[in-house]
């Protein structure tokens, strides 16, 4: 097949190949922004705060919320909740609720298509679901 068709497919290829690629190398040095969070803060609140931000670079989210586990009362204790860039609270999970309290139990990530359909979902902010 000779003419312009072929090479209008490559052009279009080759434009989805570099925006792919930019897309992960975005991707990459997010990670790498994150890894080098982990080796240089100290402080916890901080850290996490710090991973929040970065976090979003790489996850566009309306709301995030870092549960820290306590093995003895079996709570997860809201350590850190954002939504819309404002901190906000949240109560306290048991673990024996709700998709991340399925999470800590079998301490591996639940992935949930749509937390609307998900019996195990409890709705900490209104209007928050999952989205692929």
Not at 109 to 120: F, Y
Request: proline share 4%.
């Amino acid at each position: 097949m000779n003419g312009p068709t072929p090479r209008i497919a490559l052009a279009v290829d080759n434009a989805s190949m570099h925006e792919r690629t930019a897309a992960w190398n975005r991707t990459l040095k997010s990670l790498v922004k994150i890894s080098h969070e982990f080796s240089t803060v100290l402080n916890l609140r901080d850290l996490l705060e710090r991973v929040a931000v970065l976090t979003r670079q790489l996850v566009r989210y309306d709301a995030l919320s870092i549960l820290l586990l306590d093995s003895e009362a079996r709570l997860l204790r809201n350590f850190l909740s954002i939504r819309h860039d404002q901190r906000v609270g949240v109560c306290d999970v048991s673990v024996d609720k709700g998709i991340v309290g399925a999470a800590a139990r079998k301490a591996m990530p639940v992935h949930v298509s749509d937390t609307r359909r998900d019996p195990r979902y409890l709705p900490a902010f209104e209007n928050i679901r999952s989205s692929e």
